[in-house]
């Protein structure tokens, strides 16, 4: 019992010893702007079926379900791809010829994604019945011919605009139960 004690207490000093970094939760307009792009409401549709609709459309762009929890409102997915680019390649391959070495380069990545459906809550915080936000993210992790990563969100406009659009149509067909 005294062993747990002393434990506690030296976990409870050690923790009091981190510092969060100032201005950690201060939200930036960069924020803001990146969470618009990634998030739709979607009203007149049952939170079930806005996920059913959204694995659709997820499954229809070549992702693999990993997790889906559907009394959560949460789906992972992710896919293989190449990541090689001619210019680094290029770029590897002159650097090699001038006698610098040899450079690692982009060789594949797993692209994974990230899907929220959550209610909406009317100024009264009391849920509005078949109204979801739905969140979505997109990130990539590359591996380089040197075996070392990086991983990056996309945040490119185009893919979310997409990914919405297939999903309003999907929502549609889902809606109709065609």
Known sequence: MMKNIVVLFVFLFMAGCVQ?????????PELLQQRQLETRRYDDIKEADLITASANVLQDLGFNLENSEVKLGVITASKQRDATKGTQVAGAILLALLGGGSVPVDANQ?????????????????????????????????????????????????????????????????????
Do not use: C
């Open 20 to 28: 969060i970094p100032p201005n950690t939760f201060v939200t930036t």
């Open 110 to 178: 797993t692209i994974r994604v990230a899907l929220v459906v959550r209610p909406v809550n009317n100024s009264n915080g009391m849920v509005i019945v078949n109204s979801n936000f739905v969140r979505v993210s997109f990130q990539r992790i590359v591996r380089r011919t040197d075996n070392s990563e990086y991983a990056q969100t996309l945040r490119d406009v185009q893919l979310y605009q997409d990914f919405y659009e297939r999903l309003s149509k999907s929502v549609f067909i889902e809606a109709q139960k065609i």
